[in-house]
Structures are given as structure tokens and as C-alpha cells.
Antibody
Framework: QLQVQESGPGLVKPSETLSLTCNVSGGSISSNISYWGWIRQPPGKGLEWIGTIYYSGSTYYNPSLKSRVTISVDTSKNQFSLKLSSVSAADTAVYYC?????????????????WGQGVLVTVSS | QSVLTQPPSASGPPGQRVTISCSGS????????VNWYQQLPGTAPKLLIY???HRPSGVPDRFSGSKSGTSASLAIGGLQSEDEADYYC???????????FGGGTKLTVL
């Protein structure tokens, strides 16, 4: 059964870069031929899509975050990563990783499943 | 301001049927499929409905989805206390070239 799990620092200083990793288990990130995504949720607020990456490396980013976001995939480690630069308090949120699948479905027609449990990242000095 | 519009709250007594709406536009709901996610308190979102009206394995048939034009709906029949959660609709937006979510609807079982 495919599972995803986020990891990374829970506290980041303003103006620095937030870095998170999503480990994929129960299947190969490349053999699934799927898309993988990051979503965040500020405390007490709704969900916001950050970006999605194809196993081969093609990326799609939220236009509102595009200038600060980099998503990459490391097939050798079966994981994908998120970097968000120049963070501020507004970037404080629970960050989730998820697979956007299923295999073979066009990106626009897919859905996020499964989701990781999420990691709270607080931006504060 | 979310691209997809949902009512902030919904409620009903146990056993009743409740419907949650999700309004979008031609570039998202009007062109692409809608998915619904359930987020129980303190947990990660979980896929509830995919491709407008399909339930993943394990989701009770009390939950159903529908779509017409640029709007979608989630119906929950026979409300149970464990249905208290936040519900989010989502779709791909061709104009933004990305995923858009609704603002979420908090369901209370009275």
C-alpha cells in the first residue's frame, strides 16, 4: 500500500528557505508513473495547492508562489522535495505531500491520494 | 478568496441529508473533474469523492457527488456524528494551470 510521509524542520527563520522532503514507501516513485504534490494549510484556514511534479521532473506551480517555490524529485531515494525561499510569517502552515494519481490519468483529471500526515512549519525568529 | 466557492458551514441532525455546494467557472469545474476531501478534526485530508461522483473503496455510499455545468455538490445522507469534519472541493484550473480548492465547509451534526 502506497504511503507518503513528510519530514523537515518545524521552525524556520524569516527570510530563510523552508525545505521539506516527502518519502514514498510501498511503491517506486518512478515506476508508478505518477504526479506528486505539495499542499499547505495555514492554522485555522483552508487548503492551498503549492505545486506538483511528474516523476520525470516536469513541474507545475501555484502562480502566487511560483517565484519562491522549487519542487524536485530524487528517484534514487524514492522521495521528492519542496523548497520555499524568502519565507515570512504568512508561510506558517501544515505542509502536506500527496500523490496525484492514479497512474495513467491526465494531470488535470487526477486527485490527491494518499496524503501524508502533515508537518507544521512555523516561521519565526 | 478561494477560486471555488463553498458555504463556510452546514449542519443537520443525525439521520438527515445535507448538501454542500461548490461553485466554480468554465476553466475549472466546467472543464475538469471535481474531487472532494474530508478532513476530520486534527487529521490530514482524505479523498472522499473523485472524478465528480466516484467513491474510493471504504467510503460509505451515504456520500455522493454530482456536477452540473460549473457547479458541483456533495450530498451526505443519514448524517452521523462521525461525519463532523471540514469538506473541501477541488479541481484543476486550465487558466491557472494548477489545482484550486474551495474554502472548505465545516459540517456540524446537531
Amino acid at each position: 500500500q502506497l504511503q507518503v510521509q513528510e519530514s523537515g524542520p518545524g521552525l524556520v527563520k524569516p527570510s530563510e528557505t523552508l525545505s521539506l522532503t516527502c518519502n514514498v514507501s510501498g511503491g517506486s516513485i518512478s515506476s508508478n508513473i505518477s504526479y506528486w504534490g505539495w499542499i499547505r494549510q495555514p492554522p485555522g484556514k483552508g487548503l492551498e495547492w503549492i505545486g506538483t511534479i511528474y516523476y520525470s521532473g516536469s513541474t507545475y506551480y501555484n502562480p502566487s508562489l511560483k517565484s519562491r517555490v522549487t519542487i524536485s524529485v530524487d528517484t534514487s531515494k524514492n522521495q521528492f522535495s519542496l523548497k520555499l525561499s524568502s519565507v515570512s510569517a504568512a508561510d506558517t502552515a501544515v505542509y502536506y505531500c500527496a500523490r496525484r494519481g492514479p497512474t495513467g490519468i491526465p494531470l488535470a483529471m487526477g486527485w490527491f491520494d494518499p496524503w501524508g500526515q502533515g508537518v507544521l512549519v512555523t516561521v519565526s525568529s | 478568496q478561494s477560486v471555488l466557492t463553498q458555504p463556510p458551514s452546514a449542519s443537520g441532525p443525525p439521520g438527515q441529508r445535507v448538501t454542500i455546494s461548490c461553485s466554480g467557472s468554465r476553466s475549472n469545474i466546467g472543464t475538469n473533474t471535481v474531487n472532494w476531501y474530508q478532513q476530520l478534526p486534527g487529521t490530514a485530508p482524505k479523498l472522499l469523492i473523485y472524478s465528480d461522483n466516484h467513491r474510493p473503496s471504504g467510503v460509505p455510499d451515504r456520500f455522493s457527488g454530482s456536477k452540473s455545468g460549473t457547479s458541483a455538490s456533495l450530498a451526505i445522507g443519514g448524517l452521523q456524528s462521525e461525519d463532523e469534519a471540514d469538506y473541501y472541493c477541488a479541481a484543476w484550473d486550465d487558466s491557472l494551470n494548477g489545482v484550486v480548492f474551495g474554502g472548505g465547509t465545516k459540517l456540524t451534526v446537531l
